[in-house]
């Protein structure tokens, strides 16, 4: 497939407002591919590099050669100039990257060197995120949304995804299996306005969360052998020592929990984000475990971050993430000690609802999340409002 293709879809699909034709446009665009361009093919048009690191930054793409006037790059020789981007290491790399990343910008037109720019950057905006891209695979391969959606969650990476959608259909969807370990695609809230129109979606009975104005955090636990991984799935396990600590005095043997991890004051106030986010980004591998990081703490004003659960979606060898929410939450609240679980009540209507709205943001908090009362399966992108 040309790359000018792939970026005029990224260009059409950031000029159009409708979700179906999106979605279209994508679908069209991941036929188009061939087998080897897909992994790159489909994580480009989510915006995001098939390589996690490229050493290329706004320092390196200041004064870029003119745009090529006739395209020539296809979306493989695209991926392989890349490669050898990131390939580079040692003694003089800036100087091979800087001739690397030239070559190829020579080489790409006006509207490829932009679509280029937005990807090593992470900057490519263009309205197709990963719920958008988990339609247009389905629609691609011909296959059922959910089993896209599902193996989505269980791989953590929508270019392997759809490198089985296309090339082995629902079969090799269902390949995908939970692993401890490896992280899963969180679930996603839908904003809602109002708490009247989170109730509106949901229905009543129904059942509200606070929402925690911390990072995301999901914890990983197989016997002695503990992860945590953030929202982006980047595992920061050696910089929240206090989760670690939580999560080993656990009476389980194999779990894996979503929740928050949140910075609070003495009086236990939540910090404010930036604070909270701050102390997981700067805390380095092989940090204190949770005694004496609050010692420390307490003389020097270092924030100690503090996890809170509300779900859990394995437990000693068996996956709940198919179970509805109210018997994950059940088997959660027997696992898991109350002091590190978020607050959750059960509401009958708005009233209720509001209560719990007003008494979350008393409380220091970013707000709630309303949840329909029966919960549904575990699904990356879910209808959870907020």
Known sequence: MRFLDLAATSAAVGAVSGRRAKVELLADALRRLDPEEVAAGAGWLAGELRQRQTGVGWAALRDLPPPAAEPTLTVAGVDAAIDGIAAVRG??????????????????????????????????????????????????????????????????????????????????????????????????????????????????????????DGIR???????????????????????????????????????????????????GRPLPFQQTSSAAARRATGAPVAPAVRAAAARTGETVLTPYFFDLLHLDGADLIDLPGRERWATLAATVDASVLVGRIEVDGPEQAGAAFAAALDAGQEGVVVKSRGGAPVRPGGPLPR
């Open 91 to 212: 003694a003089g790399s800036q100087a091979r990257r800087r001739d690397l990343v030239a070559a190829l910008y020579t080489a790409a037109t006006a509207e490829e060197q932009r679509v280029l720019t937005g990807l090593f950057l992470g900057e490519l905006r263009q309205g197709a995120q990963a719920g958008l891209l988990a339609d247009a695979i389905a629609r691609a391969a011909e296959v059922p949304v959910g089993a896209v959606r599902r193996a989505l969650l269980l791989a953590g990476d929508l270019r392997a995804v759809a490198v089985a959608a296309l090339d082995g259909g629902a079969p090799a969807l269902a390949e995908f299996g939970l692993r401890v370990g490896r992280p899963l695609a969180p679930m996603l809230a839908q904003s809602a306005a109002t708490v009247d129109e989170a109730l509106t979606a949901t229905g009543t009975p129904a059942v509200v969360d606070v929402k925690l």
């Open 217 to 267: 955090i999901q914890a990983h636990r197989s016997g002695d052998d503990i992860a945590v991984f953030t929202r982006s799935l980047d595992e920061i396990t050696g910089r929240v020592p206090e989760v670690v600590a939580a999560v080993r005095a656990l009476p389980a043997r194999e779990l894996v929990l979503d929740g928050e991890a949140i910075g609070l004051d003495a009086t």
